[in-house]
């Protein structure tokens, strides 16, 4: 694969106090950078991060034409650098793109791309337990237009940021039962760009009532739980793990799925079905509902500590052996290289 | 109000043939900006039309946090610029931003920096019947992290494009049964960049199969009939005109309310209420469907002469005196200032 190169002159990385970022807020040294013209991805490059000149009147400001994707990568105490399934990333962008009608990028860009640019930028993988590199590859539509109407040209772009934890404190979540998130039909499984946007009023309303996630429900009825927009969710009802099933409104998480996996190779009984908000809510009130997680690229596994629905506020138990706890430690353990992955999930950059 | 203005050195109008305009892809020489910072609106400023620089991390990349409004310019036999109800475009955008959480732009912001943009570039504003200036007020969010939540930092803009008519030839439509625009308690109200990608796929599909647009149904049963996503849309049986009425998931349409009060004004007898898809249906077949038309800023009225539902084609009849023709007669005559203007919609640039 021909692949455009040019290096910084001076690294930026002195600058940078890794002991205190805030998330996606500092980016490494480089960018990688392909763009779709005349029905074709372009020869890729990876270049110094620099700002774009993109015109005022390109698709993406004003139809919202772009997906993403979130990764991370992990060094490891042999300066060995580890990527978590990428080839399920790889392909969720192009199901993304297929969906708001983006042409799918290729494989091999995808992955060699991202190769190549991690082994440049490798000294800003940091190792320890509460360090990461978080990726975000995305498309954007670049056609200089203001017709709505599907772009000519797009840019694929894979950026990184050094990170630390996502959420600092307890998350108490609350059960949508006005505002929603997807339509049937619509573009909810897609990591579409619109999805997030919509989603950030009823996240301030919601916050302002001291709740830092929404779980939201399906938009016909509001009777069922479906995800947390930057998460999945995962419910325990007794020893059962419970999740919605992944539809047209619903995401299919790479975090998601893995825990499903590492949750049954541990002999937990995991149940993927419709889940309603009235057997919860019961659950919760016979005791019964030991926990509530979310899970995601950014979080890993979130422990939810409390939840609300319509006004009534429910605290979930802490235990001491709760799942997200092992099921955290046996998912970043895999993915930092700490221990076997029978699953063949984990991938050295190389 | 303090604005920056920087003029341009010398004017491009000259290698513009305006003859020969394809929508939205020619801008005039000169846009407006003005960037939130630290939680305010900064002194707005009119400098040369030209790329923005802006980081890749931008959040409208990711998440889509963006909305815009459509206007249009028209200049009469007095070389007079018109607007058509511009307070109206000025408020819808602030709804669209509320939705999405991000800030109210001022009117007066908004007003005089319009006018002042469309005096400084009114030789771009050709007279005739088939000219108008297409006016694209937009706000995106300019915050360089790539964490989902709202952004601290956004740019709104004016930029405007003369443009000829919207649609060439005729347009036929197909009801939507299987891909939805909006949920309940969604965004679909709002001139949400994200709303118009999600179309674009369902679009495609749509035009494979002879299709110019989609009439978009409701999310959960698809039996009412709600917009076209770039056009309210009405239905004419016998000779009542009927609209659905606007919703969390239907934009409230300029074009379409003034449709509806000139229709009355003109005797038609209007009534607002959910359509659907069976009583279209059964009208078409009795012979009483005799009209279907769009009405958006981009189209005015846009006449259909076809639909598809479920397999099953309809042709609607060729009309002599439509209320299509009359009222679109009727509306371009106010918006160009070839006739009275009762309403007290049209605005002079001065």
Redesign the interface.
């Given at each position: 694969m021909a692949l455009h190169i040019e290096k910084i002159a001076t690294s930026k990385i002195s600058e940078v106090d890794f002991s205190n970022l805030?998330?996606?807020?500092v980016?490494t040294d480089h960018?990688f950078e392909c763009d779709f013209e005349n029905g074709a991805w372009q020869t890729p490059k990876i270049r110094p991060?620099q700002?774009?000149?993109?015109?005022?009147?390109a698709k993406?400001?004003?139809?919202?034409?772009?997906v993403?994707e979130g990764m991370k990568a992990y060094k490891d105490d042999n300066d060995e650098i580890w990527l978590f399934r990428p080839e399920q990333n790889q392909e969720r962008i192009n199901k993304s793109a297929?969906?708001?009608?983006m042409p799918a990028f290729p494989k091999e860009y995808f992955m060699e791309g991202l190769n190549t640019l991690l082994k440049m930028d490798s000294e800003w993988v940091k190792k320890g337990e509460n360090n990461a590199l978080?990726i975000?590859p995305?498309v954007?539509?670049t056609e200089?237009?203001?017709?709505?109407?599907?772009s000519t040209n797009y840019k694929f772009?894979i950026?990184c940021?050094p990170v630390q934890g996502y959420y600092a404190g307890e998350v108490k979540v609350v059960f949508?039962d006005?505002?929603?998130?997807?339509?049937?039909?619509?573009?909810g499984f897609a990591k579409?760009?619109?999805?997030?946007?919509?989603?950030?009023?009823p996240?301030?309303l919601a916050a302002n009532d001291g709740y830092q996630q929404i779980v939201w429900t399906d938009?016909?009825t509001h009777e069922y739980l479906e995800e947390a927009?930057?998460m999945n969710v995962f419910f325990r009802i007794n020893d059962t793990l419970y999740t919605a099933p992944t539809s047209d409104r619903i995401l299919d998480g790479v975090t998601r799925k893995s825990i499903i996996e590492l949750a049954k190779s541990e002999d937990i009984n995991v149940e993927v079905r419709k889940i309603s908000v009235k057997e919860i809510v019961e659950a919760a009130k016979k005791g019964e509902l030991l926990e509530m997680f979310g899970t995601g690229t950014a979080v890993v596994i979130s422990p939810i500590s409390a939840f609300s629905n319509k006004g009534e506020n429910f605290d979930l138990p802490k235990l001491e052996n709760s799942y997200a706890a092992l099921l955290k430690k046996k998912m970043t353990d895999i993915q930092r290289n700490l221990s076997e992955d029978k699953f063949g999930w984990r991938v050295k950059v190389q």
């Open positions: 805030k998330f996606g807020q980016f960018m991060y700002a774009l000149s993109i015109d005022p009147s993406v400001f004003h139809y919202g034409q772009a993403f297929e969906r708001l009608d978080y975000r995305f954007i539509a200089n237009c203001v017709s709505a109407s599907s772009m950026i940021s949508a006005k505002y929603s998130r997807a339509a049937n039909g619509g573009v579409a760009a619109g999805n997030y946007a919509a989603s950030f009023y996240a301030k938009a016909s927009g930057t």
